[in-house]
């Protein structure tokens, strides 16, 4: 295959591999920022959902070509992250709600404990 060297540049494949760069890294710093924020667990779910959305979207969009058991699997991936969100927000919620109980801390929830999160 021909190298980089014997590759003919145009102002246009410039431009394009410049954007191309920007793009990873800004996910790149996106991924970064997520793990540092939410943790591990919240970024494999936000790729697992991008990953989804991509997949849903090249179809709806484009047309493109997948068995009935990969959008199948696609969209209950989106379901089953909207339906975790959901009931970790809202056992967050009923947390942060109840009185504190006493002689303990109030239960934490492993996922969203900022301490675990690094594991």
């Known amino acids: 295959p021909p190298g980089l060297l014997s590759y003919k540049w145009t102002a246009d494949a410039a431009l394009w591999i410049t954007l191309s760069g920007v ?9 970064f920022l997520v ?4 943790g591990a667990l919240a970024h494999v779910l936000l790729g697992q959902l991008k990953t989804s959305v991509i997949c849903l979207g090249a179809y709806y969009l484009f047309g493109a070509k997948y068995t009935a ?5 696609a969209a209950g991936a989106v379901a089953s992250i909207f339906a975790y969100t959901h009931v970790t927000t ?30």
């Open 69 to 73: 058991t990969q959008l199948w699997g």
């Open 90 to 119: 809202n056992e967050k919620k009923r947390q942060l709600d109840a009185p504190p109980s006493q002689g303990s801390d109030a239960t934490v929830l492993p996922l969203l404990d900022k301490k675990n999160s690094d594991a």
């Open 35 to 38: 793990m540092g924020h939410l």
């Open 23 to 31: 793009a990873a890294f800004l996910v790149n710093l996106s991924g």
